[in-house]
């Protein structure tokens, strides 16, 4: 690979695998926008000539199709997204990409990967592995690959590149991990918003949630307060982006890419009262008319909050249902109040919002 390449000569592929498994039953009638990678495309839009995105989960591509796709513009670097039930089929799509690209850098990035990251390197076959958030860390790649720089200098990355072998320091993310140990977390509200126009973004929707016409994805913020031990989100440190931030993104996309319906990734949209009464204000007064799903817990609902989020837009909402059975409500870390009565009475309330 040459080290010569302006920006606009690198031609970078982006690819989500299909699942093919968990979620075929769901997928005819649900296409969801795979946010990170748009968040990784709009931060290599400055550093790019071509940006193709290959989403195989959204056309149910099989790997040799889903291969050929992302070669077709005879890719620098090839980058790929991935939960867990997508590693397998995103380690068959390395292994394509190797015998019939040798020279194309292959970084994968995702939940997967960052939770298991030794392991991914060991058995994904990826020159780059980046955990966590993955925007400046994808530019570092980019840069150190087109002009064969050093990849040790690159935050929260593992590599095995060009004989080259090991591990660099992680951005913070829980709130026990040492500041000392780690890179301080990226900043949401310098970070650009994702790059939906390279998507076939008419395309996604959620009929498994009764939407009708298309729907993305939005995140207001990263990490949640809450301290459930089965949750990969608890001790994460809460960060917002501002919410004037928020609002511009919101307004662009009702205006620029005509979608009315919204899916909030935050992991719990009402971990912060004040926050989502003002959210909720704001995107009154700024006359955005969108049709909003967010996940929430039951023990932040009341009636004001469920007033402010149904005049606001919101139509749906995912609460985490908790076991009923008081033995394990506990021992799992959820709140003193979290019984199976209090649960039905929330549910009760939601009732009243249709
Ligand atoms: C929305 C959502 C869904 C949606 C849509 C999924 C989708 N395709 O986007 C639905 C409801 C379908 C879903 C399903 C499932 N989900 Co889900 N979901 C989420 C949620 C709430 C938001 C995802 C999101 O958009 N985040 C915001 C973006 C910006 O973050 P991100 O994707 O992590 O991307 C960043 C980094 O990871 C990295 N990155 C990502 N990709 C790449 C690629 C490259 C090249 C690089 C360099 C970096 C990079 O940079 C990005 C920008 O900072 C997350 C929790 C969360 N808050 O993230 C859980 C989460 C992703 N889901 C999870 C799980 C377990 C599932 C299911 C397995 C549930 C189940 N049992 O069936 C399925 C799997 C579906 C599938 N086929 O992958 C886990 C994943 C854990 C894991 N080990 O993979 C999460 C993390 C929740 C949790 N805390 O446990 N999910
Ligand atoms: S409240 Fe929800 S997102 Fe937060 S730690 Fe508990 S299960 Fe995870």
Redesign the pocket.
């Known amino acids: 690979m040459g080290n010569t390449l302006a920006p606009e000569q690198t031609r970078i592929s982006l690819v989500q695998p299909a699942d093919g498994l968990v979620y075929k039953w769901a997928r005819s009638r649900t296409k969801r926008m795979p946010l990170g990678l748009a968040y990784i495309a709009a931060a290599l839009e400055p550093m790019a000539g071509t940006i193709k995105v290959v989403d195989a989960a959204l056309h149910d591509l099989a790997v040799n199709e889903t291969i050929e796709r992302a070669l077709s513009i005879d890719p620098h670097i090839i980058g790929i997204t991935c939960t867990t039930p997508l590693y397998n089929q995103a380690v068959e799509i390395i292994a394509g990409l190797r015998a019939l690209s040798p020279g194309t850098a292959v970084v994968i990035g995702g939940p997967h990967v960052s939770a298991l990251p030794e392991a991914s390197l060991e058995t994904s076959g990826a020159d780059f592995i980046c955990m966590g958030e993955g925007e400046e860390t994808i530019q570092r790649i980019v840069k150190c690959v087109m002009e064969n720089g050093d990849p040790a200098e690159i935050p929260s990355i593992l590599y095995d590149w060009r004989g080259q072998r090991g591990a660099t320091r992680t951005y913070r993310r829980r709130v026990s991990e040492k500041r000392d140990a780690s890179v301080p977390p990226i900043d949401l509200n310098r970070t650009p918003v994702p790059a939906r126009h390279l998507f076939e973004y008419p395309l996604y929707t959620d009929g498994a949630r009764d939407v009708t016409g298309a729907q993305t994805m939005a995140m207001y913020s990263h990490g949640?307060?809450?301290?459930?031990a089965?949750?990969?989100?608890?001790?994460?440190i809460v960060r917002f982006r501002d919410i004037d931030n928020v609002l511009a993104e919101l307004e662009a996309l009702q205006n620029n890419l005509g979608i009315t319906n919204v899916f909030v990734t935050d992991?719990?949209y009402t971990?912060n009262r004040k926050r989502v009464l003002k959210l909720s204000k704001g995107i009154i007064e700024w006359g955005i008319k969108l049709n909003f799903s967010v996940?929430l817990?039951l023990v932040q609902l009341d009636e004001e909050v469920c007033d402010a989020m149904y005049e606001s837009g919101v139509r749906y909402v995912g609460p985490?249902i908790e076991p009923g059975n008081a033995d394990i409500i506990k021992p799992i870390?959820?709140g003193r109040r979290e019984s199976k009565d209090h649960m039905r009475a929330k549910i009760r309330l939601l009732q009243n919002y249709d």
């Not at 949640?224 to 459930?228: A, L």
């Not at 089965?230 to 994460?236: E, L, P």
């Open positions: 949640c307060p809450g301290k459930c089965f949750c990969g989100a608890a001790d994460t992991d719990t971990s996940q817990r985490g870390g959820k």
